[in-house]
């Protein structure tokens, strides 16, 4: 990986090559990252339960084929392992990987803090998402929502979006849990950024 673009505390800045990788996502299924064509969309998000990714997934997957039509392909990671994924991350439309050693959390210089749950915007967008479980019980996009998987609460997330050669276009690293690109923020930056018309 090229760091030039990397602070002291690891972490990557726009304009960093990072190197190809082939994964396997929960179901199965071979995804590589970045992408050979368009542009990729990294999101590593937090354990499999947590209330505040599913809500943001769930938005994301209601306008993925938007997504599509941007050019921008999604993978997320999260820091559980595949058993503990496959409720309704394995249901997403979109490629979900588990990396319960944070391998590649720490390649993308992806941290953990008290600082995830020190936000009022953190402890709402949980009580959102534990709401939005509770209304769906019997709906197999939100099972699992809630429940813990032994790993850490303190994550944070982080965005990346990256071009097919592994250029880093945009980089953001969350403050708290639920600091994270929306889809709007990531189309927008998708056009400032020379894509997307």
Known sequence: ??????????????????PTRELATVTGQAVSVPAPTGR???????????PICSLHLHGFADRHEQLIEAGISEVVFFH????????????LPFAVVADPDKVHYRQFG????????????AWLAGLRGYRAALQHRTDPD????GSTDGTTHLGLPADFLIDPDGTLVAVHYGRHADDQWSVDELLSIHRLTGQGG
């Open 1 to 18: 990986m090229t760091r030039s673009g990397a602070n002291k505390a690891n972490k990557l800045a726009a304009g960093v090559i990072v």
């Open 40 to 50: 990729t969309h990294v999101q590593f998000r937090r354990f499999a339960g947590c």
């Open 80 to 91: 559980s392992h595949a058993d503990a994924l496959r409720g309704y991350q394995a249901l």
């Open 110 to 121: 992806v941290e953990q803090s008290m600082r995830a749950l020190a936000s009022p915007r």
């Open 142 to 145: 939100y099972a699992g929502v």
